[in-house]
């Protein structure tokens, strides 16, 4: 579990293509790496990936087919530059939202535009994604916490203000580019909540009406 909250960019120094997966050397900048080990989980651009062998100013990590089939990784060059986060402890500020690491797929960016000192970005989302993008809702975008500002149909507006912009890759982003998006957790449960049904886990549908709460005192 992550935050969204950037702690380093990182530089992608090494790419090797292993068939349909992809074996990642991340050079981690300032990112502290004196408590990482073999198996914690760093988000990169906002994907999770563990870590497969520990150096000492990065890590390298492995990259699935699934994985890169719903992000922009299959598109990075040695030299692009990823915002990195270490997994979340206990003790760890939440100041962002919660973030899974799994992307949900790609988006485009449309328009980029400045709004005083800030950066104004409008966003176009596969059309499947756009119904848990909600107006002030959270998104994550290659692995950046960011509050959703308008909506239209699947395109949304964000708003960069100049401290998340100069410490993320968000501040490079030009109309064209490709970002890894994750929407908001709790949109997706919440809609498995009401879209669930008896009979897709076997069980009986149940007796119990509203009208029967009602005959039975439960409701008034």
């Known amino acids: 579990m992550f935050t969204g909250i950037i702690e380093s960019v990182g530089t992608l120094r090494k790419i090797e293509r292993l068939g349909d997966d992809i074996r990642l050397n991340v050079a981690s900048n300032k990112l502290d790496l004196s408590d990482v080990r073999l198996g914690d989980s760093?988000?990169?651009?906002?994907?999770?990936?563990?870590v497969v062998e520990c150096l000492s100013d990065g890590y390298v990590a492995d990259i699935s087919a699934e994985t890169v089939s719903l992000t922009g990784f299959a598109k990075y060059q040695v030299g692009t530059k990823v915002n990195l986060e270490?997994?979340?402890?206990p003790t760890t500020r939440l100041g962002g939202h919660m973030v899974s690491g799994h992307v949900d797929g790609v988006a485009s960016v449309d328009v980029r535009q400045y709004r005083g000192k800030s950066i104004e970005f409008w966003l176009s989302a596969p059309v499947d994604l756009a119904r848990y993008i909600a107006h002030k809702g959270s998104i994550t975008?290659?692995?950046?916490s960011l509050t959703v500002n308008e909506v239209k149909d699947n395109r949304f507006r964000l708003t960069i203000v100049p401290h998340t912009a100069g410490e993320t890759t968000l501040e490079s982003l030009k109309p064209g580019d490709k970002v890894n998006?994750?929407?908001d957790l709790i949109a997706r449960h919440l809609e498995r909540l009401m879209t669930y049904t008896n009979k897709e886990a076997s069980v009986p549908e149940s007796n119990v009406t509203m009208d029967l709460l009602a005959r039975s005192g439960f409701l008034r």
Request: net charge negative; with cysteine.
């Open 141 to 144: 975008i290659d692995g950046v």
């Open 86 to 89: 270490k997994a979340v402890t």
């Open 181 to 183: 998006i994750e929407v």
């Open 42 to 50: 760093i988000a990169t651009n906002g994907v999770c990936l563990t």
